[in-house]
């Protein structure tokens, strides 16, 4: 392993992801400490340009954590974050940022393990890719 | 330029044991915009909530970040004390250091409180950018569905009746009464369960506005507090209810302990539930009779204290020797939770009736061996530092109450999170206790953890009255989130008002110009419509493009510059 350490940023919904989030701090479930958790009010409200505004800043890695598809509080709004976001992607990938560094998962208010889970691969995935090249741009 | 004020919470250990809560605070007085930066012991505390309505009066704060647990549960308390003090609640920003962050990196101090400082920057930013917002306001369906129809579920359907409110049972067996159904003693007071559920199942029948659903489910749950959509099927029937408030009473089942004492195996080896069955209907035959406390429960996988089962047990035990003084009872215990003045007395009673105590414990678990009808234990006594034999015709296994199998289900369909035992949990332990973290949805019960008959009445009624709270108001504040159209920028080109789940959004002409047009009372603020726009010309109120903006440049700049 590695010492690198990424800088993450996660969006999560409130009513599915950061609850599950919270549950993961309710029952003490330990995970390394670089992810940096942004509430929103659903998936479906993250703009494809705050992924791009962070990578372009030198982020390491985009979350983006929604509800199960069928549960978004708000009906159908994560049908569309799983079309933005894996789109929001294959821009990055097309101007040569490595595509995983964004993410769209799905986690319950019920799943902490999950998000545990979700946060520690990332993370791994994240150290194994390296700074994001970005960070060494100076306009 | 603002004039942020920051708390950073220590929440007691909880906080400051992985949080150098100091260095936090140092830190956040060099942030743009802020004027005042402290710490309190509990934030939340009449204390700690004073200390910040003072600072604000004393440093002309404008806008204040809270650093401590999680929005989903305090967020309404800090709001509230800033109000108090004369700022908009909209001007109040939180950060999550507790759930979020020392309670997940426990064992790295150092890590943890860097991460605290860029949480923080990340607040500051957005709350400098923070405006204030007036709230609007929606209408509330007098109508409850309560569902569950155990004991808590009745004491919440009749209190909601009581109150005048219209309210649907949803219950998924043939009849009410949950678990108590096969209790017919109820302890340590010794009522007779039937009176119990009687005396609320009478209030219920003669009540115009209730209507109670035997073999029915919830399959569906839509909406918001004040206004819920809950589909109630029966068979192939579906019958939709509108509601302002859901109480969940879904109960707890006891633990079939398969394997365990040769459970399933031996026929004279029984839970105590079934125990119950038979001393309801026929009293025993069984002379000598060992009750296995703690079976199941108290061990690896499953921790907890079911609290219910010593009280049970104690209860059965004088219940056979007062029909039957010469049937010799032990019972086989690790510890005896018999909490409270008249548990205590049961105990006592048992004692003096003749009840045998043995301590066992977990490294020895006593042993069983059957010969045809006649059943042999082997026992540890660690009162006496040996082992015991005892000879049984009746084995009784006193089992935890746990979580129902579709409880998951339940969480799912509700949106309501489960502990790691598949409890439901509880908005907060103290302070929100029969509420869940959504607004509108409340809890009662051995739904949350094991309780006895009394507490789940209690919860049962309180969950009732914290239900009637919206309706009887009649109304709800809509939370300043929805989503506002910038006219100027719009070119009317529809796709918010194709991506948006309510339908909420139309083209109008605004004075010769076609712009998009949000209605404020049905709007969710979920914030699709923000991402769907080419022109960045819809806002979602306090998630806007420019504050979500701004947390992004403080954390890029927080690992770029250094949090020191
Ligand atoms: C062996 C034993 C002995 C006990 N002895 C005592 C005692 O002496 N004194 C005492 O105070 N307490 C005792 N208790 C505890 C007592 O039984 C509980 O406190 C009480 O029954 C809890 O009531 P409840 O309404 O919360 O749940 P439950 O009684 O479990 O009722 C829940 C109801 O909800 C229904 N339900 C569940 N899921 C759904 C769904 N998805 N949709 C629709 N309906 C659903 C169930 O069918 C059930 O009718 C004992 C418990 C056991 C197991
Ligand atoms: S509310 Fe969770 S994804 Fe929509």
Redesign the pocket.
């Known amino acids: 392993m590695n010492d690198f350490n990424p800088n993450i940023l996660a969006f999560c919904c409130n009513w599915c992801s950061y609850a599950g989030a919270d549950l993961a701090g309710v029952n003490r479930l330990q995970m390394p400490p670089n992810v940096n958790v942004v509430r929103v009010m659903c998936s479906a409200s993250v703009k494809p340009e705050y992924v791009f505004k962070a990578i372009s800043q030198g982020i390491d890695g985009v979350l983006v954590l929604g509800c199960h598809i069928g549960d978004c509080h708000y009906l159908t709004g994560n049908h569309r974050t799983a079309k933005r976001i894996p789109l929001a992607a294959k821009i990055l990938d097309k101007v040569g940022i490595d595509s995983r560094r964004v993410r769209l998962d799905w986690v319950s208010a019920a799943e902490g393990e999950k998000f545990q889970k979700v946060v520690t691969e990332f993370v791994e995935e994240m150290r194994s890719l390296g700074p994001n090249p970005m960070k060494e741009v100076r306009f | 330029m603002t004039r942020i004020g920051v708390f950073i919470c220590h929440c007691g250990h909880n906080i400051a044991s992985a949080i150098d809560i100091e260095k936090v605070v140092e830190y956040a007085k060099g942030l743009p915009g802020v004027a005042y930066a402290g710490h309190n012991l509990y934030s939340c505390s009449q204390e700690g909530l004073g200390s910040i309505k003072k600072s604000i009066e004393d440093n002309d704060l404008d806008r204040v970040v809270v650093a401590a647990c999680t929005p989903r549960t305090h967020e309404p308390l800090f709001r509230r004390a800033c109000e108090q003090a004369g700022i908009n609640k909209y001007l109040f920003e939180f950060v999550n250091i507790r759930e979020h962050c020392s309670w997940i990196h426990a064992k790295e101090p150092e890590a943890a409180t860097e991460k605290a400082k860029k949480l923080v920057a990340m607040g500051v930013a957005k709350a400098a950018l923070l405006e204030p917002q007036e709230e609007g306001e929606s209408e509330v369906v007098p109508r409850t569905v309560v569902?569950?129809?155990?004991?808590?579920?009745?004491a919440a359907t009749a209190s909601l009746l009581e109150q005048g409110i219209e309210t649907h049972l949803?219950?998924?067996?043939d009849r009410?009464?949950?678990?108590?159904k096969?209790?017919s003693?109820?302890?340590?007071e010794g009522i007779c369960s039937r009176d119990l559920i009687e005396a609320l199942v009478d209030d219920i029948e003669n009540s115009p506005k209730a209507h109670l659903h035997l073999n029915?489910?919830?399959k569906e749950l839509k909406g918001f507090i004040g206004n819920f959509d809950v589909i109630i099927t029966k068979g192939d029937e579906d019958l939709t209810v509108k509601a302002g408030a859901i109480i969940v009473?879904?109960?707890?089942?006891?633990l079939q302990p398969k394997g365990e004492y040769g459970f399933g195996e031996h026929p004279a080896v029984i839970?105590?539930?079934e125990?119950?069955r038979r001393l309801g209907r026929s009293g025993l035959a069984a002379k000598k009779i060992v009750i296995v406390n703690c079976t199941g429960s108290r061990q690896p996988g499953r921790e907890y204290c079911s609290r219910?089962?010593c009280?049970?047990s104690l209860?059965n035990a004088i219940r056979i020797l007062e029909a039957n003084p010469e049937a010799k009872i032990t019972i086989l215990h690790r510890d005896i939770m018999s909490c409270g003045t008249t548990a205590e007395a049961l105990y006592r009673e048992a004692s003096e009736k003749g009840v045998r105590f043995v301590r066992y414990g977990l490294e020895q678990k006593p042993g069983i061996s059957t010969h045809g009808k006649s059943i042999k234990l082997k026992v540890f006594d660690e009162a006496l530092d040996e082992s015991i034999d005892l000879d049984a015709d009746l084995i009784v296994l006193?089992t935890p109450?746990v979580s129902?199998d579709?409880?998951e289900?339940?969480s799912k369909l509700l949106k309501v999170p489960r502990d790691k035992y598949g409890f439901f949990l509880e908005a907060h332990v103290k302070l929100r206790p029969v509420e869940f973290a959504t607004d509108g949805v409340f809890v009662?019960?051995?739904?949350r953890w094991?309780?006895?008959?009394?507490?789940?009445i209690w919860q049962?009624q309180a969950a009732a009255a914290k239900a009637s709270i919206p309706i009887s108001e009649g109304k709800v504040r809509i939370e300043a989130i929805t989503a506002e159209v910038d006219s100027e920028k719009c070119a009317a080109c529809g796709n918010c008002v194709l991506a948006c789940p309510y339908e909420a959004i139309e083209i109008v002409d605004d004075e010769g110009r076609r712009a998009a047009k949000v209605s404020e009372a049905q709007c969710k603020g979920c914030g699709t419509c923000v991402a769907a726009c080419h022109n960045d010309a819809i806002q979602q109120k306090g998630f806007s493009s420019r504050q979500l903006g701004a947390m992004i440049d403080a954390l890029a700049r927080a690992s770029t510059e250094g949090t020191q």
């Open positions: 569902i569950g129809a155990g004991i808590s579920g009745l949803v219950e998924r067996g009410v009464g949950g678990l108590l096969d209790i003693m109820v302890g340590p029915s489910r919830v009473a879904t109960g707890a089942q006891e839970t105590q539930l125990l119950e219910i089962c009280n049970a209860k006193a109450l129902p579709d409880s289900e339940t009662c019960g051995s739904a094991p309780v006895s008959a009394r507490e789940s049962g």
